[in-house]
């Protein structure tokens, strides 16, 4: 089975949590990417110049959306 990479846009995230809460949002995807039968669930953070997280990255190899 393959793995997919799904790249979800801000106003995406900012729809799917609540009361603006970031870790809210990844806990969602990760709920959505188990949903879909997922066996292995990847997060990636970066961090910008100031230590602040810039990108979350969330990479499941559950069915669902292809890349």
């Known amino acids: 089975m393959g793995s ?8 995406h995230v900012e729809g799917v ?14 709920w959505n990417a188990l949903d879909a039968d997922a066996t292995n669930v990847d997060v990636a953070i970066e961090r910008d110049e ?4 810039s ?3 969330v ?3 559950g069915h669902g959306m292809p890349s």
């Open 55 to 57: 990108k979350v990255t």
């Open 50 to 53: 100031m230590g602040g997280v």
């Open 4 to 11: 997919i990479t799904l790249t979800v846009e801000q106003d």
């Open 59 to 61: 990479t499941d190899d």
């Open 17 to 30: 949590a609540k009361l603006n809460d970031p870790v809210g949002a990844v806990v969602e995807l990760i």
